[in-house]
């Protein structure tokens, strides 16, 4: 049965003001859902960076002028243990962050936590458990963000059992060749991991340690309503943004069963689902700017991939579809 605000990215429902019925469909009735405001301004951020304050290689001042100089609008500078400002760099916004490490016996926990004020974070201290350092940082209404979980070694199980973190990196830069192990992909793992129930959004990031050459090169396009550190951060509560080294999302769509997409002109557009095989999940060509794609019987989510014609990704949130064929 159709409900109001049945149409979810991720965990929470969105944008359930903007779902509008728009008739009715063998007697059910078909809602249409935009997940993105239509005419609301993307912001371009990186939500991972790191600085001499902890073991990165430039300052932090040096860091925001790096991402400034490219037309980054936002920042979130994460270094290890260590919380930075909120500031206004010459017009680029500097979201308070930092990450916290955790071990096990076999992977590790990297968190990259958002706050709306740097003094949100005191009270936490290395030697506090993953769990604890979650709580407290969704109390104070920041974000956790699960970083690189493909390089963490992360099991499906495991990162099914992080309560409080609903957004993942899709893509992390300095977890790829050359600067590491070809493990900055964690496109494979997070798709076992919704298939098994825990739907991560996905962001993309850089980061960034030694600057050479990792910078800049994946970043999170987050619409909100302005740009401060209260719209970006409830911006990424809603599910408002999509992760990117390149191509665009302008629009998706939902609609009775199926997802259209409206894209910068790409190569490819794939539909991945927890659906093993799917036929004409993957549409090819040269300058493709729409597809539509009909969820099929079994589909519990659709997450939509694009690729650029320079081999650029870009990918949205998992859609979660299960209750789309009634
Ligand atoms: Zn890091």
Excluded at 179 to 185: D, I, K, L, S
Excluded at 226 to 238: D, G, K, Q
Excluded at 274 to 299: D, F, I, K, M
Aim: charged content about 20%; aromatic content about 10%.
């Amino acid at each position: 049965m159709w409900e109001k605000g049945a149409v979810t990215c991720g965990y929470g429902e969105i944008d359930t003001q903007d779902l509008s019925l728009i008739g009715r469909d063998n007697g059910r009735t078909r809602m249409k859902t935009q997940l993105f405001k239509p005419g609301m301004r993307f912001f371009k951020g990186n939500t991972h960076a790191h600085s001499t304050a902890s073991d990165g290689r430039l300052s932090p001042e040096a860091v925001f002028e790096t991402y400034r100089a490219t037309g980054y609008d936002f920042l979130a500078l994460t270094d290890h243990w260590h919380v930075c400002a909120a500031r206004d760099w010459r017009g680029m916004l500097v979201i308070p962050g930092a990450e916290y490490d955790f071990s096990f016996p076999t992977q590790v926990l990297h968190l990259v936590c958002l706050y709306r004020d740097e003094g949100d974070a005191a009270g936490i201290a290395r030697g506090m458990s993953h769990t604890d350092v979650i709580r407290h940082v969704n109390q104070a209404g920041g974000i956790c963000i699960a970083a690189h979980p493909a390089w963490s070694l992360n099991t499906p199980e495991f990162l099914k059992s992080l309560d409080g973190v609903e957004i993942s990196e899709v893509y992390n830069t300095m977890s790829d060749e050359p600067f590491n192990a070809p493990r900055g992909n964690s496109e494979s793992l997070l798709d076992v991991a919704a298939a098994n129930g825990k739907p991560f959004r996905l962001v993309a990031a850089d980061d960034s340690h030694p600057y050479a050459g990792e910078q800049c090169a994946a970043w999170t396009m987050v619409q909100a309503e302005t740009l401060s550190v209260p719209a970006i951060i409830a911006a990424l509560r809603e599910g408002r943004f999509y992760a990117t080294q390149g191509p665009d999302f302008h629009d998706i769509t939902v609609e009775g069963d199926t997802i259209a997409v409206e894209t910068s002109p790409v190569s490819r557009v794939t539909f991945c689902s927890n659906l093993y095989w799917v036929e004409g999940r993957c549409r090819a060509g040269s300058g493709l700017t729409r597809e539509v794609y009909r969820v099929h019987p079994g589909e519990r989510f659709v997450r939509v991939q694009l690729t650029d014609a320079n081999g650029k990704r870009a990918w949205s949130s998992p859609i979660i579809t299960e209750h789309l064929l009634g």
